[in-house]
Structures are given as structure tokens and as C-alpha cells.
């Protein structure tokens, strides 16, 4: 069980007790959904404190090492109680979910109690993903190629952007999804030179234009992350140019997926590719990210990243070229890591598709 795990890494790092403030890492650890829970991981026990709108649920679905707390006003009282049921002295804290003023009213309020940086403990272990979650990600990545296969008979002249990011939102509500990972980004023409294009409600798609979609999908809590880039009707010649040029430094960066290689090195697989050809200039971001509970979540894949890929870690490739004024491509798959290589999970073609 994954809160046993966490409390044994614990017990080896002497970090006890440790409070759990990041939903998701709470939905990690016990599996509940709610939207207002904290968790004070002890070393022989834990303690949940929500208030009386999850207690049914939560006590209902929370493992028996773990007490339910019920706060009636203020969480720092609960918080009191329970530091005080443990006897402890000490606290320690996630510093990604402990932001600098909840960190000033801790101080404040919990006189007597050493705040400690507890780092990112959870956020560490969710990198390597077990099966049930592995699982999971593949039936987002095939939600989201089914997707892909039903634009593909929607995308021609006239279609607004808007028109496609609703029937994408439509397409995954109604294919056993909650919810989108993030607005889809449906950029048409020049607006696909824009990495984090903002999807018009009023641009029309024209022939001859090229068509970026950015995409993914909620699915039992994992999300799904995939970027196709198509043309309508027709194919500019420069946009043709830089088309393979990215298809190839992306099938390079999967081809070099494995345990053992650093975000960096496998970054530069594919920006070496892209610089060699002339555009190292025309992609700014780094190449990935980890992909879960969170779309965007460690390891990062950049330019500096010093992290060596692990066996189950679920990440996505991503590199594009940008021609301001002209457009952009970006293919984007997620791959999971194996033992020799990687699983790819998203598998939509890659070859140049002319549509509408
Ligand atoms: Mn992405």
C-alpha cells in the first residue's frame, strides 16, 4: 500500500511527523477525491483532518492506520490536537504545498512546534508509477488518440478553433472522462507559432493553413497529454520543412528513452537535431515533464536536468519549432520507461496528414 511505503521512506529519513497539504498527494497516499483534506503521517499513525462535508466519504474509504479528525472551526486547532496526541515537538512540511503566508500563520499558531522543510517526499515517490497507475495512463492516452481519430473528420475550411476545443471537451465527457487535463490549445495559422496559444472563439480555420492541437484527458485522476500538428488542405513548404525536422528529433528522443539517461542528455537528443538543422532558436521549452495525478509533474525534462530516467517513470517528448509570424509544429507523445527503452502511449500517426 502506498501510504505504508511512504511512512517506511519516512522511518529512513527520520522525518516524522510529516503533513500531507497537496490534494493530490493526499489522493495518492489514501485515494480520497474531496477538495479540503490535510494528512499528519505519523510513524505508527495518521491522522486526516477534513471537515463534516467529507467525514461519511472520507472515513468510509480511509485505511485503518489512519484516524479521521474532524475539524469543526479553525484547522490549526485540529492540527494542535493531533501534534499533541503524538507528543510531538516537530513538524514537517512540503515545501511545494506550503506556501510562504500558511507558513507564517503555522509559525504563529503553533507556538512550541520546530517547522521543518520535509521537501518533496511524496511528489519524489509519484514519479515512479506503479501498475494500477500505468494502467491508468494508457487508458487516457487511448481516450485521447480515439479523440484524435474523430477531429480528424471535423477539421476543414471554416471550422472555428473554439468549434474543435468544444467537441474535444465533448468527445472525452462523454468517453468516461471527468475532464479535460487543461483547455485544449487549437491554434490555426500564425497563432501555432505561440507555444501557449490561447484557443480564439473567433477564428476560423483556412485553407492552406496548418492546425497545432494540444490535447489531453482526466481519466480516474491521470491525465493524458498529446500535441498532433495537421494541415488543412494544403502544405506551406517552410512548415513542411520543419514538420520532419521536429518528427525526427521527437522519434529520436523516444528512440533514446531508457533508465539511466539524464533529462538533460535526453533533451539534447532532440534539440541537437533542431539546432543542427537551423532552428535551435525556434524552440524554447524544454523538452517534457512527468505526466500522473498532475499533467505537469517531476521529473521536468529540460535543458538542465540532472534527474536519470527511472524504470515506470511516465514522461512526455515534446519539441517544436516556432516561426513567429508564419506557424509552428509540435509533436508531443507520453512514454512511459521500461526496463530496455520506453513504451509509447499515445499512439496517434505522426506522419504528415493534409485534411479537410
Ligand atoms: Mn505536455
Redesign the pocket.
Known amino acids: 500500500m502506498r501510504l505504508k511505503k511512504f511512512v517506511n521512506l519516512l522511518k529512513k529519513i527520520g522525518a516524522f511527523p510529516y503533513l500531507v497539504a497537496d490534494l493530490k498527494n493526499i489522493r495518492y497516499l489514501t485515494g480520497y477525491t474531496g477538495t479540503y483534506a490535510y494528512l499528519v503521517v505519523g510513524r505508527e499513525e495518521s491522522y486526516f483532518i477534513s471537515d463534516s462535508r467529507y467525514e461519511e466519504y472520507a472515513r468510509s474509504i480511509l485505511p485503518e492506520t489512519v484516524a479521521f479528525v474532524l475539524q469543526k472551526n479553525d484547522f490549526f486547532d485540529s492540527l494542535k490536537a493531533v501534534l499533541k496526541r503524538l507528543g510531538t515537538k516537530v513538524l514537517y512540511l512540503e515545501a511545494s504545498s506550503t506556501s510562504l503566508s500558511v507558513y507564517r500563520s503555522m509559525a504563529k499558531r503553533l507556538r512550541g512546534i520546530r517547522l521543518k522543510p520535509g521537501g518533496e517526499e511524496v511528489n519524489r515517490i509519484r514519479m515512479i508509477k506503479d501498475d494500477e497507475e500505468l494502467a491508468l495512463l494508457r487508458r487516457a492516452a487511448r481516450i485521447t488518440d480515439a479523440c484524435v481519430e474523430h477531429l480528424r473528420g471535423i477539421i476543414r475550411p471554416g471550422v472555428g478553433e473554439w468549434d474543435i476545443a468544444v467537441e474535444i471537451e465533448h468527445f472525452y465527457r462523454s468517453h468516461g472522462c471527468r475532464r479535460s487535463s487543461f483547455d485544449s490549445i487549437v491554434a490555426s495559422g500564425p497563432g501555432s507559432s505561440m507555444p501557449h496559444y490561447v484557443t480564439s472563439m473567433e477564428k476560423k480555420l483556412r485553407a492552406g493553413e496548418v492546425i497545432l492541437i ?1 490535447m ?1 484527458c482526466e481519466y480516474k485522476g491521470y491525465n493524458s ?1 498529446l ?1 498532433r500538428t495537421m494541415f488543412v488542405r494544403s502544405v506551406d513548404p517552410r512548415l513542411e520543412r520543419i514538420y520532419r525536422i521536429v518528427k525526427k528529433a521527437q522519434e529520436e528522443a523516444i528512440r533514446s528513452v531508457r533508465p539511466g539517461i539524464t533529462a538533460a542528455r535526453l533533451d539534447a537528443a532532440a534539440r541537437g537535431i533542431i539546432t543542427e538543422a537551423g532552428y535551435g532558436g525556434n524552440f524554447g521549452h524544454g523538452l ?2 512527468g ?1 500522473g495525478l498532475e ?2 509533474e517531476p521529473p521536468a525534462v529540460k535543458m538542465t536536468g540532472d534527474l536519470k530516467l527511472k524504470k515506470n517513470m511516465a514522461i ?1 517528448v ?1 519539441p517544436g519549432i516556432y516561426l513567429p509570424g508564419i506557424g509552428g509544429v509540435r509533436i ?1 507523445d507520453m512514454v512511459a520507461v521500461t526496463a530496455a527503452g520506453c513504451e509509447v502511449l499515445t499512439e496517434s500517426p505522426k506522419d504528415i496528414i493534409v485534411i479537410g
Open positions: 494540444d489531453g497529454d500535441t517534457g515533464h505526466i499533467v505537469h512526455t515534446e508531443e
